[in-house]
Nanobody, 123 residues
Framework: QVQLAESGGGLVQAGGSLRLSCAASGGTFSSYAMGWFRQAPGKEREFVARISWSGGSTYYADSVKGRFTISRDNAKNTVYLQMNSLKPDDTAVYYC????????????????WGQGTQVTVSS
C-alpha cells in the first residue's frame, strides 16, 4: 500500500510559479509511474502530467505543456510538479497518483491517490 501526500499549494498571482511535491511512503516508489491530476470546482478531474518510473518519459496535457514540468527523485520518494506562468484557469485541487501498470493519462489506471493540495491563481 502506497501513501501519497501532496504539499506546496497556495495562492499565487497570475504569471507566478509554484512547485508541488508529492511524498510517497509504504511502497517501492521507483516501481510506480506517477501522475498529477487536478479538479476545479464544478468540473471533472483532469489529467495534468505523468512520468515513468525512471523519469525518462514524461507526458503533459495540452493545457499545461510548456508551462509545467513533472520530475521525480526516487532517492527521496518524491515527485514534483513545477508550475510556471500560472493562469486563473489553473486554479484547482491538485492530486498526485501512483500507477503499478503502464503509463497512462486515465485516472482509472492509477492505484493510489493523495488527498490533494489547493492551488489558487488570482487574476
Amino acid at each position: 500500500q502506497v501513501q501519497l501526500a501532496e504539499s506546496g499549494g497556495g495562492l499565487v498571482q497570475a504569471g507566478g510559479s509554484l512547485r508541488l511535491s508529492c511524498a510517497a511512503s509504504g511502497g517501492t516508489f521507483s516501481s510506480y509511474a506517477m501522475g498529477w491530476f487536478r479538479q476545479a470546482p464544478g468540473k471533472e478531474r483532469e489529467f495534468v502530467a505523468r512520468i515513468s518510473w525512471s523519469g525518462g518519459s514524461t507526458y503533459y496535457a495540452d493545457s499545461v505543456k510548456g508551462r509545467f514540468t513533472i520530475s521525480r527523485d526516487n532517492a527521496k520518494n518524491t515527485v514534483y510538479l513545477q508550475m510556471n506562468s500560472l493562469k486563473p484557469d489553473d486554479t484547482a485541487v491538485y492530486y498526485c497518483a501512483a500507477a503499478r501498470g503502464p503509463l497512462s493519462y486515465r485516472g482509472s489506471n492509477y492505484d493510489y491517490w493523495g488527498q490533494g493540495t489547493q492551488v489558487t491563481v488570482s487574476s
